[in-house]
């Protein structure tokens, strides 16, 4: 079975290790697939436009009959919005592709005549919790961000990790991204405080206060 694993980051600066490793994980232990044989497609792109050249290539192999099945790690890797991922989706089963989503363990099978209702709707639901949590995310971010905006600590102390000062303001710093991403993986019990230092160039305390004490800034 030709297999092929997807994997995407938001940023350039970010990085993809945790993906491909559970891709490739899952790709070997469940669907028996040799790893030297797995085709990774693989983005690294900003904002949530589904034109990338990796997810291109990707549904142009699927079309062309070389793909069998496709590996992502979690919905929002491919899709951040329910028209998105039935799009996508609807895409690879019509071309006889079947979807596995590791985070979930949930698996999209390739279109039948006697098609599945709760299929539809699972896709469906799926596309709704990606969208919600992605709004939610950005919600709490703003609200903190504001909350944090009338402290005065935030005034004349130095800016938070990820962001910058402009006329005491809070906004967003080129590294935010990339800071959010590693957070996340420090949230997870997936990266240790000392990598994350390291990764970012900060301090572990930085790091620490960061996740427990400012989550509301990252999403987390």
């Known amino acids: ?33 040799e790893p030297s044989s797995i085709k990774v497609y693989r983005d690294k792109s900003t904002g949530t436009d589904v034109e990338r050249s990796g997810y291109q290539r990707l549904l142009e192999d699927a079309d062309a009959g ?68 992605a709004k939610i995310k950005r919600q709490n971010i703003r609200q903190g961000i504001a909350a944090r905006q009338e402290s005065e600590d935030y005034h004349h102390g130095p800016a938070p990790l990820g962001f910058e000062k402009d006329n005491g303001e809070l906004i967003e710093a080129g590294t935010y991204h990339r800071v959010c991403e590693t957070l996340e993986q420090v949230a997870r019990d997936e990266m240790s405080q000392r990598q994350a230092a390291s990764e970012l160039d900060c301090g572990r305390k930085t790091i620490r206060r960061a996740v427990n004490e400012r989550a509301d800034l990252y999403g987390l």
Not at 11 to 16: C, G, H, I, S, W
């Open 66 to 133: 070389r793909v069998d099945a496709v590996v992502v790690h979690e919905v929002s890797r491919v899709a951040r919005s329910i028209s998105d991922l039935e799009r996508t989706v609807e895409r690879l089963r019509n071309a006889g592709v079947a979807v596995h989503i590791v985070s979930n363990r949930m698996v999209l099978r390739p279109q039948a005549e006697d098609e599945d209702p709760y299929q539809k709707a699972l896709i469906q639901m799926l596309g709704v919790f990606a969208e919600l949590d």
């Open 1 to 33: 079975m030709p297999v092929a694993a997807y994997v995407r980051v938001s940023t350039a600066d970010q990085n993809l290790d945790r993906q491909l490793e559970a891709t490739h994980e899952y790709a070997v232990e469940e669907l028996s697939a």
